[in-house]
């Protein structure tokens, strides 16, 4: 929610460790297939996906753009993007 909401509004990429089933597995998806978001299932993988966006310059400003541009929608475009996606 919050933490996912401040990372778009300032354009800051996220990998997501751990999602609680439903929602918010639902959200790392969607973040995840918009590129602004890499979810990993284990602390192991967390790592590596952060180690390879910081040695992955173009990787990590792709996804620092997809998280800007859902960002500056506000969050009820982004609910609204969830919603329709899941249908």
Known sequence: GLITSEA???????????????QETANAAFLAAQNAARVAD????????VSDLLNGKDALDAMKAAARSLG??????IVQAVRDWMN
């Open 72 to 77: 500056k929608n506000g969050a009820a475009t």
């Open 42 to 49: 284990t602390a192991d993988e967390a790592v590596a996906i």
């Open 8 to 22: 778009l509004a300032t354009g800051t990429p996220l990998v997501i460790p751990i999602a609680i089933p439903r």
